[in-house]
T-cell receptor, first 118, second 113 residues
């Protein structure tokens, strides 16, 4: 079956612009996560959705970052007034995690979107 | 401050030998640990995990060892194969709180022919 897909694979934008990054999780996965990986670093947690709601958004760096998952499937990460420091690979992951609470279900990652802010 | 530390940015190992990747953590609340493998232009792929109630978990050529008192874990790959060349991320989480995974910076493993 299809894995997690992310579009676009690459995005180049200018400082101050608005960008949207899309994630299509594995079908049936209720949990969805966004991470950001800067050069030379490991993935850094941004936000976690359980169904349609953001269960934990403590990793979002500031209010320029926002994510939605309106129908509990596809998610969009939105970045306003982009800055050069936002340049990174944005990774999305999904898992089967059930609604009864957190679990250790394996998170499956997409290939990421490489965002470059000029 | 890094809660999960991988102090070796890179490691080179001869094909057929054992690869040992090390990881230290500082947060004593962590009770679930994972290793992910990443090839260029791909997302991380889950490799193996261990919960804090165990000190060893084995899956084929891969074994993870956990030393809770030292807050240290290691991944052993034996025998190492060319396809094992990748970046390996150590990661940790707290079960029953949320599924947030904290990753280390990664170790790039080169398997030499």
């Amino acid at each position: 079956g299809a894995g997690v897909s992310q579009t676009p694979s690459n995005k180049v934008t200018e400082k101050g612009k608005y960008v949207e990054l899309r994630c299509d999780p594995i079908s049936g996965h209720t949990a969805l996560y966004w991470y950001r990986q800067s050069l030379g670093q490991g993935p850094e947690f941004l936000i976690y959705f359980q169904g349609t709601g953001a269960a934990d958004d403590s990793g979002l760096p500031n209010d320029r970052f926002f994510a939605v998952r309106p129908e509990g499937s596809v998610s969009t990460l939105k970045i306003q007034r982009t800055e050069r420091g936002d340049s990174a690979v944005y990774l999305c992951a999904s898992s089967e995690a059930g609604t009864s609470g957190p679990s250790t279900d394996t998170q499956y990652f997409g290939p990421g979107t490489r965002l470059t802010v000029l | 401050d890094q809660q999960v530390k991988q102090n070796s940015p890179s490691l080179s190992v001869q094909e057929g030998r054992i690869s040992i990747l090390n990881c230290d953590y500082t947060n004593s609340m962590f009770d679930y640990f994972l290793w992910y493998k990443k090839y260029p232009a791909e997302g991380p792929t889950f490799l193996i995990s261990i919960s804090s109630i165990k000190d060893k978990n084995e899956d084929g050529r891969f074994t993870v060892f956990l030393n809770k008192s030292a807050k240290h874990l290691s991944l052993h790959i034996v025998p190492s194969q060319p396809g094992d060349s990748a970046v390996y991320f150590c990661a940790a989480s707290v079960m029953n709180r949320d599924d947030k995974i904290i990753f280390g910076k990664g170790t790039r493993l080169h398997i030499l022919p």
